[in-house]
């Protein structure tokens, strides 16, 4: 039973981090770059064997593995940025 709460899991997590990663790409690119669509093949079609992207009628096309590679990227950073915001925040001192 806890293997597969742990395989549901897994996958929400692997779901979650393709779509973050897909909006960051989208939203950082301004739309120029797209993330490949998850029910498509293209990614297995146009790009090499274990490519993050590609170019396809000249647009930056990332995969599926290239989305989830971003979306934990920005978790990640997401975190940093909080654990420095807290450690900063618990240094200040209250001025007389």
Known sequence: MGEAIAALLGAVLEVAMIFTGKAVVSA????RWRGEQLSSS???IHSPAGALSFKRDGQR???ATGLFFIGGMFYA???LAALLFAALASQETPTK
């Open 61 to 63: 096309v990332f995969t």
């Open 42 to 44: 293209e990614g297995r």
């Open 28 to 31: 950082a690119s301004f739309g």
């Open 77 to 79: 950073l997401f975190a």
